[in-house]
């Protein structure tokens, strides 16, 4: 199972909205609407911010927005923050029954 | 709290073996399909396995099936996963994490604990 694609980094200016791309195959991203997104702190575990496509768990800002279309998610940050700068990561449930994560993208906020 | 811990990790010879342990608490451990996940140093995030709430079904990666092992023992709360033939490629930190609502979404994560293959 491949690694699903995403940009290396992104950067925006604070307030400014950045988007990440997430692309994958029919085999899981186009398959299901089981697409997650992870942000990761330097040194700490991953936190769940967007589950199936486009839900926010309970309590998350709703700076934070995820949307697809065919094997393609998105994962949009609108008014980035400075707090906002570090890796985020996609994943998405596949056909094989087993779960693929994507490379991982830097947000740097200039 | 709601929160799991991960422990045993350690250094290990290539071919050698090792148990990870995952102590959960502050949630019905035997409700929830568990998994684990690495991450080596500097890399991205890699699926490992998954099991479900009775221990009855596993699933595993094609680059740990038939070496790494995935258990459960709901009575002490604890997830476990039994790696055999170690190679330097499985050198991460091992992230154990709770299934959320839906599929292939991980709401609970240790803060993992680091496995060194090395001669």
């Known amino acids: 199972q491949s690694a699903l694609t995403q940009p290396a980094s992104v950067s925006g200016s604070p307030g400014q909205s950045i988007t990440i791309s997430c692309t994958g195959t029919?085999?899981?991203?186009?398959?299901?609407?089981?697409v997650s997104w992870y942000q990761q702190l330097p040194g700490k575990a991953p936190k769940l911010i967007i589950y199936?496509?486009?839900n926010r768990p309970s309590g998350l800002s709703n700076r934070f927005s995820g949307s697809k279309s065919g094997n393609t998610a998105s994962l949009t940050i609108s008014g980035i923050q400075a707090e906002d700068e570090t890796d985020y990561f996609c994943?998405?449930?596949?056909?094989?029954?087993?779960?693929?994560f994507g490379g991982g993208t830097k947000l740097t906020v200039l | 709290e709601v929160q799991v811990v991960e422990s045993g990790g350690g250094l290990v010879q290539p071919g050698g073996s090792l148990r990870l342990s995952c102590a959960a608490s502050?949630?019905?451990?035997?409700?929830?399909?568990m998994h684990w996940v690495r991450q080596a140093p500097g890399k991205g995030l890699v699926w490992v396995s998954r099991?479900?709430?009775?221990?009855?079904?596993?699933t595993y990666a094609d680059s740990v099936k038939g070496r790494f092992t995935i258990s459960r023992d709901n009575a002490k709360n604890t997830l476990y996963l039994q790696m055999d033939s170690l190679r330097a490629e499985d050198t991460a930190v091992y992230y154990c994490a709770r299934a959320g609502s839906g599929r292939g979404n991980f709401d609970l994560w240790g803060r993992g604990t680091l496995v060194t293959v090395s001669s």
């Open positions: 099991i479900n709430s009775d221990g009855s079904t596993t």
């Open positions: 199936e496509v486009s």
């Open positions: 502050g949630f019905t451990f035997s409700s929830y399909w």
């Open positions: 029919s085999s899981d991203v186009g398959g299901y609407n089981y």
């Open positions: 994943s998405s449930y596949t056909t094989s029954s087993t779960v693929v």
